[in-house]
């Protein structure tokens, strides 16, 4: 992305001119502002799509409009550096996630320059200044239009391969269960016939493990491609996380720290809300063995519940980092890639959104977010 930055500066023609001219710029049209923020969202709520596609991503639009005021802020401060273009390519994402159709972006970006141009027409501007804002606003269209397509087309091919993946699931696994059933019978007689040998009680009860594992990994890939019926109700996020803590298995010497303030309730499946928090704090454990910490956190933003897990573990994979929550995607040597894409899968089915980052902790923090309980 740096790399095509710095292409289209070169092709727009924005010099280091432009980054002086629009600091220089913005305590003049920062007055203006507010203005453009308000015509901005009164234009876009007109719209039934848009409108419903902004209040299932981000459901206040006093949110919003806070975030486009920061975004206008760095429009003309800048820095213009990989930072920059990181937190633009973000916006492009979000619009994907939150099925915002590419149009109203577009039409969205054509309101601003329209606003501010109309700003810069005053005889005190020259043309060099509304040059040097075009070509900023040139920059970042482009750069939002690049994420969005990316993205898309990663969620349509993931989407693909889901579907050819639940195919094979549920024929397999079903197939898969009589077998093991069998097996599982075999055992309890011969069980039955062992007569005190404690190595052939050793052999049959490491066949029986196995077994187990066997059904709890045709458990979770049916999981992943079953519609279950969410059972919503408000749940109490703090007793699912000390429940989580207290059954968890870890070393001694990894530490799992819980929030001291009360966290807002959300509504959700408790059942399924807690395979999540287990999964990711299982996760977290295993990242930060076998001397570390595991945080859980937990925030109200707007009407809804950021739920974060941290660790002091090695972080996130770049090679997988855009495939984890995919099945069978896992860089554990004993793991086959199923937990990460079963939450993400819980997650979405509630509503909400999951996302993996760089934590404070030095590890990897995941974040989920869910619907406040009314």
């Known amino acids: 992305m740096q790399r095509l930055f710095g292409e289209l500066k070169r092709y727009v023609g924005f010099s280091a001119d432009d980054e002086r001219r629009l600091r220089t710029l913005h305590p003049r049209v920062l007055p203006h502002f507010e203005r453009t923020i308000e015509r901005f969202y009164g234009r876009i709520l007109e719209h039934d799509d848009a409108r419903a596609a902004l209040e299932r991503g981000e459901r206040r639009v006093g949110h919003l409009k806070v975030t486009l005021l920061q975004w206008m802020e760095e429009l003309f401060l800048g820095p213009w550096d990989e930072a920059y273009v ?23 970006m054509s309101m601003v320059r329209s606003d501010l141009l109309d700003v810069l027409d005053a005889p005190d501007f020259g043309d060099d200044d509304r040059h040097s804002v075009q070509r900023v606003l040139d920059l970042d269209l482009a750069i939002m239009l690049h994420t969005y397509r990316l993205d898309l087309e990663a969620r349509q091919a993931r989407a693909e391969r889901l579907a050819t993946f639940g195919q094979l699931v549920g024929s397999i696994g079903h ?7 069998v097996i599982e019978t075999s055992l309890y007689v011969l069980k039955s016939k062992v007569d005190g040998d404690p190595r052939v009680s050793k052999h049959l009860d ?8 066997a059904n709890d990994i045709i458990t979770q890939l049916l999981d992943l491609i079953r519609d279950k019926p969410l059972g919503r109700q408000k749940v109490d996020l703090g007793r699912i996380f000390l429940e989580v803590a207290q059954a ?18 959300v509504s959700g499946d408790p059942v399924q809300l807690r395979q999540v928090v287990m999964n990711l704090v299982e996760n977290a454990v295993h990242a930060a063995s076998p001397q570390g910490r595991v945080v859980i956190g937990a925030a109200r933003v707007g009407q809804s519940v950021d739920v974060t897990v941290d660790d002091t573990g090695p972080g996130i994979d770049p090679s997988i980092g855009g495939r984890l929550f995919e099945p069978l995607m896992t860089t554990k040597a004993k793991g086959i890639g199923l937990g990460l894409a079963l939450v993400k899968r ?3 089915r ?8 760089k934590s404070p902790l030095g590890g990897a923090r995941f974040t989920v977010r869910l619907q406040e309980a009314s």
């Open 248 to 265: 968890v298995t870890r070393p001694e010497g990894v530490q799992i720290e819980l929030p001291t303030y009360p966290t807002a309730p």
């Open 206 to 213: 490491r066949i029986s493990h196995q077994v187990t594992l």
């Open 175 to 181: 197939e898969l269960r009589n077998p093991l059933g």
């Open 346 to 348: 819980i997650v979405d």
């Open 86 to 108: 990181d937190r633009r390519a973000r916006i492009g994402t979000t619009h994907v996630r939150i099925s915002l159709p590419q149009h109203y972006m577009v039409t969205a």
């Open 350 to 357: 509630h509503g909400g959104m999951i996302e993996a980052s």
